[in-house]
């Protein structure tokens, strides 16, 4: 058989032991909240600089389109220049200049 020590502590009565349970369960809760808590900050700061490198990324990808669509244009005037072909300016003088001549006549 299981002799008692002398060192154990008196048996406690329910109401004892229900707000040492509660208490220990309260300490748990407080530390998982804390956890959490810090989870979702940086959960949250991830997040923001998620969105920050987005929308980043986006606005260099439309400058470059700029700057894209700005060279090709000045690569097709380019090249109409050198083909010798008339410009929308070019008939727009060309129509004005008719309009003035048969005025004229």
Known sequence: M?????????PQ??????????GVML?????????FNDI???ANASKEEILKTVDEVQDKAQQEK???EDKLKEKIKA?????GLAT???IEELKEL??????KS
């Open 2 to 10: 299981l002799q008692k020590s002398d060192n154990t502590p008196p």
């Open 13 to 22: 009565d329910d109401k004892e032991l229900l707000y040492k349970a509660l």
């Open 27 to 35: 300490l748990i809760k407080d530390k998982f909240s804390d956890e």
């Open 40 to 42: 979702f900050q940086k």
């Open 66 to 68: 700029s700057d894209i």
């Open 79 to 83: 090249v109409v220049s050198e083909m």
């Open 88 to 90: 929308k300016e070019d």
């Open 98 to 103: 008719i309009k003035s001549q048969q005025k």
